[in-house]
């Protein structure tokens, strides 16, 4: 590629859209790291928190993170993801895309994420027991 064949972004540059043909997958030594958090997260055993643009979470002295989004070029759903270190300095950063094969697995785990940030688990949890509790109109005093 040319270097008029990429755009400005800083720390790096991109190569423009529709350049590259296959998108990468999860990189090889995040697999099992992926797969760890997604059964972690389905099963309720981390707790991300979300801020205005991501997901988080904080284990010992590193921070993963997770967003999702549009590419601007594209408008082709992403989802990304980042190592950071315990000063919040990138250490690694990749995506996938929804024409890479890895992007249902990374969507379900960004889904889920989002789902237990927000505390909605907890909060069908406590509504559905208030429903249990709830008497049918005809077991109720009619006034």
Known sequence: MKSEDYIPFLPTLLPKPGLMEQQMPIPTDYREI?????????????????????????????????????????????????LYDKDSTVIDSWS???????YSTM??????????????????????????EMKSNDDSEET
């Open 34 to 82: 992926v797969k760890s958090l997604t059964t972690k997260t389905n099963e309720g055993d981390i707790a991300w928190k979300k801020d205005k643009f991501s997901l988080a979470l904080a284990i010992d002295k590193s921070k993963f993170s997770l967003w999702a989004g549009n590419d601007e070029y594209s408008d082709e759903p992403f989802v990304a993801f980042g």
């Open 107 to 132: 969507n379900q785990l960004y889904k889920s994420a989002n789902r237990q940030a927000l505390g909605v688990p907890q909060r069908l949890k406590a509504l559905n027991a208030l429903i249990s």
């Open 96 to 102: 996938v895309d929804q024409s890479d094969s890895d």
